[in-house]
């Protein structure tokens, strides 16, 4: 028995809105083919540094490719000497020549493309190294907003998959106090038509792409929910954000889809078995509950 490792996902919801532009390989092929370092905290940046057809091949993940993680050090920054335990003086720093292509600490992290769900489900830890959802989310935002994308694809939503056990532990309290409910337009393939309706074409006729509900219990009471509303908060959860505030043990708290991305991890052994049809079985698991999901919510 070789030593455990851990490999955990976590996952995307990328919904190109203009129904003539949706072909997301295309998509996620521009967004490479721009080679576009983004910042997402402090010298953290990252990167898309692969994409292209999965191999082997999968009807259900036949894409996928790596998001690069890597630190950009400033010129102006400062560096200590360990021996004399001082900055480094001048005639010191001139002494490092570091080319500007290259940058320190590079990880790669897997990431694959469920193109029917338009979900992509990304590596959050692996090989003891460690990626950040919100980092994730904050690069691919930015990545679609960018000029040219926007010109050959419209406007693009990108949400993380959230964890639905938060969601439920919202909906199910039986001391909410208040629900609000962020909602954009979702994508009409991954709810039946009534259910695509009472989302979409309301917001169609008041020319309105996003769509909020605010609800507050009297002071002392708690809201009840009616089947409606909870819909719209299950299919705000993938398409916006749904926060709330729930009293336990006579506290309130606040709860948020937002600060809880679904994951979904496993350990395996490390000298026995290679990463890659892990972060497959884990990809599949994860978009399989984001379609139970889906389903619940079209059949309420």
């Known amino acids: 028995m070789g030593r455990p490792a851990k490999l955990a996902v976590a996952a995307l919801n990328i919904r190109i809105v203009s129904p003539e532009n949706r072909d997301y390989p295309s998509l996620l092929r521009a967004l490479f083919r721009l080679r576009l370092p983004v910042k997402v905290r402090g010298t953290e940046h990252l990167v898309l540094t692969k994409f292209g057809k999965t191999v082997p091949a999968e009807e259900k993940m036949g894409f996928g490719g790596i998001i690069g993680k890597f630190t950009d050090i400033p010129q102006d920054a400062e560096w200590l000497d360990t021996d004399t335990l001082s900055a480094a003086d001048a005639d010191q720093l001139s002494d490092i020549v570091i080319p500007a292509n290259l940058k320190p600490n590079y990880h790669g992290f897997r990431f694959g493309l469920f193109e029917k769900e338009h979900i992509v489900v990304f590596e959050v830890y692996a090989e003891s190294n460690s990626l950040s959802p919100f980092q994730v989310e904050k690069f691919f935002n930015l990545l679609v907003k960018s000029r040219k994308i926007k010109n050959e694809f419209g406007r693009i939503e990108v949400d993380l998959i959230p964890d639905y056990d938060q969601l439920e532990k919202i909906l199910d309290s039986e001391y909410l106090k208040s629900i609000a409910i ?119």
């Not at 937002?258 to 599949?284: Q, W």
């Open 182 to 300: 962020d909602i954009y337009a979702p994508n009409p393939d991954d709810f039946d038509d009534a259910q695509f309706q009472r989302t979409e074409e309301r917001m169609r006729a008041l020319n309105a792409e996003r769509e909020q509900i605010l609800l507050t219990a009297p002071k002392g009471e708690s809201l009840n929910l009616d089947a409606e509303t909870k819909s719209l908060a299950r299919v705000a959860a993938e398409n916006g954000s749904v926060s709330a505030k729930v009293v336990e043990n006579g506290l309130s708290v606040p709860l948020s889809t937002d600060e809880h991305p679904l994951e979904v991890r496993d350990t395996y052994d490390s000298e026995e078995m290679v990463p890659e049809p892990i972060f497959r079985r884990l990809a599949k698991s994860l978009v399989a509950r984001a379609r139970r999901n889906r389903r619940r919510t079209a059949q309420e």
